[in-house]
Antibody, heavy 123, light 112 residues
Framework: QVQLVESGGGVVQPGRSLRLSCAAS????????MQWVRQTPGKGLEWLAL????????AYADPVKGRFTISRDNSKNTLYLQMNSLRAEDTAVYYC????????????????WGQGTTVIVSS | DIMMTQSPLSLPVTPGEPASISCRCS???????????LDWYLQKPGQSPQLLIY???NRASGVPDRFSGSGSGTDFTLQISRVEAEDVGVYYC?????????FGQGTRLEIK
């Protein structure tokens, strides 16, 4: 079945790095764009980053721009989020999600989400 | 960045009654090429978010037809024609007109 499974979360000290992975299965990964969204404890959803189906374009939210990098390996059906210079405010559940975008610039919503992986930034 | 504001933030509803959630975009129309770049999501308790509506008014696959999205310009609405117990959770709107994409702060629907 169509599935996204995040991994790589954990407890990390401020200033350190962590790489999250999102393994995709059950669909043709290289035809979908991918996004990362996080949710801080008890708070709402925060959009973080997206990457096009072929990896040719990326975009980031201001709070993570320059610190986080989204990437994908279509040969491994895997999405990544490299997180550097982590801060306490990055503590959250991180979700990956797929979306379909067409050449007209339309996006058809994030229709498949992973279960989330928890990142705790603490000394 | 485009700011999205939802109202109300809390919505108690009696089962069988309708419900409506508003989402307003700050100072920027979300229309481009005849489409509204506004999606709606529901996060049920203990679950990942799920897509309800994309491009303003299109129901995602498997979403019951009691859910509908409408709106234009900067003002959008998610309507539930008859609320059921399984509809409890937090509803979010999100604009995808430009990056960074941005979510509203969420509306918590609860059953009276």
């Amino acid at each position: 079945q169509v599935q996204l499974v995040e991994s790589g979360g954990g407890v990390v000290q401020p200033g350190r790095s962590l790489r999250l992975s999102c393994a995709a299965s059950g669909f043709t990964f290289n035809t979908y764009g991918m996004q990362w969204v996080r949710q801080t404890p008890g708070k709402g959803l925060e959009w973080l980053a997206l990457i096009w189906f072929d990896g040719s374009n990326e975009a980031y939210a201001d709070p993570v721009k320059g610190r986080f990098t989204i990437s994908r390996d279509n040969s491994k059906n895997t999405l990544y989020l490299q997180m550097n210079s982590l801060r306490a405010e990055d503590t959250a559940v991180y979700y990956c999600a797929r979306y379909y975008g067409d050449y007209g610039g339309r996006t058809y919503g994030m229709d498949v989400w992973g279960q989330g992986t928890t990142v705790i930034v603490s000394s | 960045d485009i700011m999205m504001t939802q109202s109300p933030l809390s919505l108690p509803v009696t089962p069988g009654e309708p419900a409506s959630i508003s989402c307003r975009c700050s100072g920027r129309h979300l229309q481009r090429n005849g489409y509204y770049y506004l999606d709606w999501y529901l996060q049920k308790p203990g679950q990942s978010p799920q897509l309800l509506i994309y491009l303003g008014s299109n129901r995602a696959s498997g979403v019951p037809d009691r859910f509908s999205g409408s709106g234009s310009g900067t003002d959008f609405t998610l309507q539930i024609s008859r609320v059921e117990a399984e509809d409890v959770g937090v509803y979010y709107c999100m604009q995808t007109l430009q990056t960074p994409h941005t979510f509203g702060q969420g509306t918590r629907l609860e059953i009276k």
